[in-house]
């Protein structure tokens, strides 16, 4: 199984998080296509007084928020994801366990499936998969808002129709009669349009805090094995 290598970019970032435990981080060029593995890390940074559990902590904070992603419509965050490379294999206790705890943080008993090696737990939108990958295994995480999403295309579907009746009213030169019901119509699409849009920051602050947690228990669980 091929060990984890990091590039410089994560190492430097390994090593600002591992030296706020120590003192400060060890200065070292490395090539991009070379990396360096945790083990060579912890050393380095033991050289200059920086623990190796720092380090592997900092090493698996890094991790996690690279592979942090979202989904955007009309600039909205309507979709959050997350994946996390474990770099060893999820044991069966260890899914079941985390199956109760994703129960427990979106409060939804969801579903269950496993076919071979693959697994999932989903709910609706919001999906977690757990795949096998030449390291280990890898965890995915995923959620789209979809009631916003249909709400603020249905808003926009409203505002279209509303132009519409607009521009025939005025070649009909009935206009002013259609006025009121254009308005109508108008407030409608900007309503639907305000009632997703609005949603959507705190819902994906919250998806992403709790999709970083939860990760981070996963992750922090390597330390253990």
């Known amino acids: 199984m091929a060990e984890r290598r990091y590039n ?23 090539a991009r296509d070379e990396g360096l593995t945790l083990a060579e890390l912890q050393a ?14 900092a090493a698996r904070a890094v991790d996690v928020r690279l592979g942090a992603a979202s989904r955007t419509f009309l600039g909205l965050p309507i979709g959050v994801a997350r994946t996390v490379n474990l770099h060893r294999r999820l044991t069966d206790a260890e899914w079941e366990r985390l199956v109760v705890q994703l129960r427990e943080v979106f409060n939804a008993r969801g579903r269950t499936r496993s076919d071979g090696s693959l697994r999932q737990w989903t709910n609706g939108n919001l999906q977690v998969l757990l795949e096998p990958t030449e390291t280990g295994d890898r965890l995915r995480f995923g959620t789209l808002h979809g009631g916003a999403r249909a709400s603020i295309g249905a808003g926009i579907a409203t505002l279209g129709v509303t132009a519409a009746v607009a521009i025939s009213s005025a070649l009909g030169g009935t206009l002013v009669d259609a006025i009121p019901g254009i308005a109508l119509l108008f407030a409608a699409g900007v309503g639907l349009i305000a009632s997703g849009a609005l949603r959507l920051p705190r819902w994906a602050r919250l998806r992403e805090r709790q999709m970083e947690a939860l990760a981070a228990r996963i992750t922090s669980s390597e330390k253990d094995t």
């Open 44 to 57: 380095i940074g033991s050289e200059v007084g920086i623990p190796s559990d720092a380090v592997a902590h």
């Open 8 to 30: 410089d970019k994560e190492i430097a970032a390994i090593f600002r998080a591992a030296a706020e435990e120590g003192p400060q981080s060890p200065q070292r060029e490395v």
